[in-house]
């Protein structure tokens, strides 16, 4: 349960956009080990709230579309190490289920539920996941992963990270990602914390179909990209301390 390796375009791109803001720093060990800690991203469609099952026990109950639990930037769920389950219900129908998981001390999951309540075969409501270790994180430093959720919209999208000042000039910039599949993510990155704009496009077209501007804080960083009644938005769910 984990996201493929981020392309080397993209690490560079974002690379140098976070040095340029704020310059670098290495790698290294924040510490003790901790327990495990938990997130998860309510992003089904159709599904107006969603309660979140960890090991039987409900931990947290009318997440809205769009949310997370624990809400942005609280304390994230701790886990002991070992096996754990997890089911994302509503109204009492569990629309995603992981009878199945194991963590260790140290380890950051994040999970995205995505799809829709009515969707069948590849848009059918699916978990998608990642865990990092955050020993490879410093405590000044910010991780960033981006994932497509969202159902509406094409299947394959370029994906822009600029920096916050650009007015949303694309026109003679490459896509930071290009093709990035639905259900599928990208990172993680890792820099200083800094502000971005995040450009979503049909392949190859420079027209602009959904947009956000992101502060990357320090820990985990989660930008999903979801579906809305109307236009596509950007929705940020951001670890807590």
Do not use: W
Not at 176 to 201: C, E, I, K, N, W
């Amino acid at each position: 349960m984990a996201f493929g390796r981020m392309q080397s375009v993209l690490r560079s791109v974002l690379a140098l956009l976070a040095v340029a803001a704020l310059g670098c720093g290495g790698v290294q060990s924040t510490g003790d080990p901790e327990p495990a800690r938990l997130r998860v991203v309510h992003g089904i469609r159709e599904a107006t709230t969603v309660d979140l099952v960890v090991d039987g026990a409900t931990l947290a109950t009318g997440i809205p579309y769009g949310g997370s639990a624990p809400a942005d930037a609280s304390p994230d769920f701790r886990l002991d190490s070992g096996s754990h389950s997890i089911a994302i219900v509503s109204g009492g129908t569990t629309l995603v289920s992981i009878p199945s998981f194991t963590v260790r001390t140290d380890d950051v999951v994040t999970i995205v539920a995505a799809g829709a309540v009515s969707g069948t075969g590849d848009d059918a409501p699916r978990p998608i996941g990642a865990t990092d270790d955050r020993r490879n994180l410093a405590p000044d430093r910010s991780e960033l992963r981006i994932v497509h959720a969202a159902t509406r919209i094409p299947a394959l999208v370029d994906v822009y990270l600029v920096r916050a000042d650009n007015a949303g000039d694309i026109t003679q910039i490459p896509p930071t990602a290009a093709g990035l599949g639905r259900y599928a993510g990208l990172g993680p990155f890792r820099g200083p914390q800094s502000d971005f704009r995040v450009l979503v496009t049909e392949p190859g077209s420079k027209t602009v179909i959904a947009e956000g501007q992101v502060t990357l804080r320090n820990g985990t960083n989660v930008l999903t990209l979801l579906d809305d009644d109307a236009t596509p938005l950007l929705k940020y769910a951001v670890t807590g301390p």
